[in-house]
């Protein structure tokens, strides 16, 4: 299954600013996603799932310029965009295949992996998987 491999150190009053944005992010074809980080293998496998959690609403909330996010706002498309590799991670920080996920509303697109989609479709199944690879 996907691993956790972009750690979560920081001191939290301070992680969320542009420049953590401008180096943690960009934009790969009109999709926002997530750039791999040089820390990756020191404390990745630690994270919890509720700080991925936690990192994934506030990249939401910073890009889409939004302070609340509801569940029905986002849809993933089932077709694998990314393949499970070495630089394959969710917004959240988790290494996963990606999936493009359309913000509804503003018709931004994010690269995700498949259990960060079902936070807001939760009948989302990759396309001829059946959600398992």
């Known amino acids: 299954m996907s ?3 972009i750690p979560i150190n920081y001191n939290k009053k ?3 600013t542009k420049e953590y944005f401008n180096n943690n992010f960009y934009e790969d074809a009109g999709v926002i996603r997530r750039i791999r980080g ?8 630690n994270v919890s799932p ?3 959690r936690i990192e994934l609403y506030r990249v939401l909330h910073h890009f889409l310029d939004k ?9 993933g498309i089932k077709k694998v965009s990314y393949a499970f590799d070495e630089d394959t991670f969710c917004i959240c920080g988790q290494r996963s295949h990606l999936f493009k996920c359309v913000h509804l509303e503003s018709d931004i697109k ?3 992996g ?3 989609i079902t936070l807001f479709e939760t009948t989302f199944e990759p396309e001829k998987n059946n959600g398992l690879f």
């Open 3 to 5: 691993e956790y491999l």
């Open 67 to 75: 302070k609340h996010i509801r569940n029905d706002e986002l849809k």
């Open 110 to 112: 994010f690269y995700m």
């Open 50 to 52: 509720k700080e991925r």
């Open 114 to 116: 498949s259990s960060c």
């Open 14 to 16: 301070d992680k969320y």
């Open 38 to 45: 040089n820390n990756e293998n020191n404390d990745g496998y």
